[in-house]
């Protein structure tokens, strides 16, 4: 598992389970583990047990769900239950459920006695769309988000959209968040296709995220290391992520979740693009309007600006001390490493916090 490695081959519906039990039957792990959380393991580990067509012992480990326990000690936790169960080098993890199992879970497989093989099976349409596939594993580091990890492919990533049957529709929203930041910087079409999604059924939304994880891995196989154009992918996550951690951080606030934290976060970058890289008023709008549809504005204050903002120091595409954001055009064609001055920041916030008034 290597950083130059070719994408992991992504498979949907049946034909995903067909390779998963080719590849158990060629491979032959030592030991099957199966990650899940406690929502996972209740909703969908007994779908994922009745597919699985192998004699090879298999033990289920869980984790508590939620953003908070994506750290340093839920892995520990694992690596010492593998320890205990018997994982060697051919000990396979099957990491089944949403980002946060995904993340943590390849991170997990990737360190474990230098790296064992693992397949991703996300169980939310975010993980399906976006944490799942491009082979980034990691973990937060208190309340900043994603700062220890890996680059690292899984042998394979199976997505079944039956499991979204039983998420609730606030994570559906969340997911719908990446799926349209992809149309923004890549497909104005696209965008405007996931902007009714609404009116689709599952079936339907196989293709929707089939072709969103087409738009990812053309970008991630082009810039595997994140030197240049996969840097694009984290449009909106450089205020979203700071979003993010501020709420964490602050209990009596209401929580957000991922895809409500980076649709505030596309907002407030289309302000500044709107001001500093030409993004015509139109598209703007029309940003503005079609999130706000789904995603009411957060429970932000004046004397939250700054915090907010000093969370941005911490963002993963920073260099030199300078924070570098992702920027549009036009919808459908992003601009990469942006310097923004502060006060514009400061306004983009002011923008999105004014919001709340067309609400």
């Known amino acids: 598992m290597t950083l130059d490695a070719q994408l992991a081959p992504v498979f949907y519906s049946e034909d995903g389970y ?8 060629s491979k032959s792990p030592s030991i099957i583990f199966i990650l899940v959380d406690s929502n996972t393991r209740e909703l969908c580990l007994t779908r994922l047990l009745q597919k699985l067509e192998t004699t090879c012992v298999t033990e289920v480990i869980e ?43 390849g991170f997990v497989a ?41 680059i690292s492919q899984p042998e394979m990533v199976i997505i079944n959209t039956t499991f979204l049957e039983t998420l609730p529709a606030v994570e559906m929203r969340s997911g ?14 696209y965008w405007h296709k996931a902007n009714d999604l609404g009116k689709l059924t599952l079936d339907d939304l196989e293709s929707i995220i089939a072709e969103s994880v087409e738009i990812k891995t053309t970008i991630v196989k082009k810039d595997p290391r994140e030197e240049n154009l996969r840097k694009t992918l984290n449009f909106g996550h450089t205020f979203g992520h700071a979003i993010e951690s501020f709420y964490l951080d602050h209990p009596h606030k209401k929580r957000l979740l991922h895809g409500e934290a980076v649709a505030a976060g596309m907002i407030i970058a289309a302000y500044i693009s709107n001001h500093l890289t030409s993004l015509p008023q139109e598209d703007l709008e029309e940003i ?54 502060q006060q514009l920041q400061t306004e983009a916030l002011e923008y999105y916090n004014n919001l709340k008034k067309k609400e």
């Open 63 to 105: 984790m508590e769900e939620g953003e908070q326990n994506k750290n340093i000690e839920t892995c520990t936790g694992i690596w010492e239950a593998l320890s205990e169960l018997g994982a060697d080098r051919k000990a396979l993890l099957i990491n089944l459920g949403g980002g946060v199992v995904t993340d943590l879970g």
């Open 18 to 25: 067909a390779q998963l039990n080719n590849f158990l039957s």
């Open 176 to 189: 719908l968040a990446e799926i349209l930041k992809h149309g923004l910087i890549a497909s104005r079409d």
């Open 110 to 150: 990737s360190t474990f006695k230098r790296g064992i093989d693992y397949i991703n099976i996300p169980t939310t349409l975010l993980s399906m769309v976006d944490a799942s596939v491009g082979g980034k594993t990691g973990v937060d580091l208190g309340n900043l988000k994603n700062q220890i990890g890996v």
């Open 288 to 341: 503005t309007n079609n999130l706000l549809n789904s995603y009411p504005v957060s429970n932000m204050e004046r004397e939250d600006y700054e915090p907010i903002m000093e969370l941005m120091k911490f963002d993963k595409k920073n260099s030199h001390g300078k924070i570098k954001f992702v920027l549009l055009e036009k919808i459908g064609k992003a601009v990469i490493d942006c310097e923004v001055p």
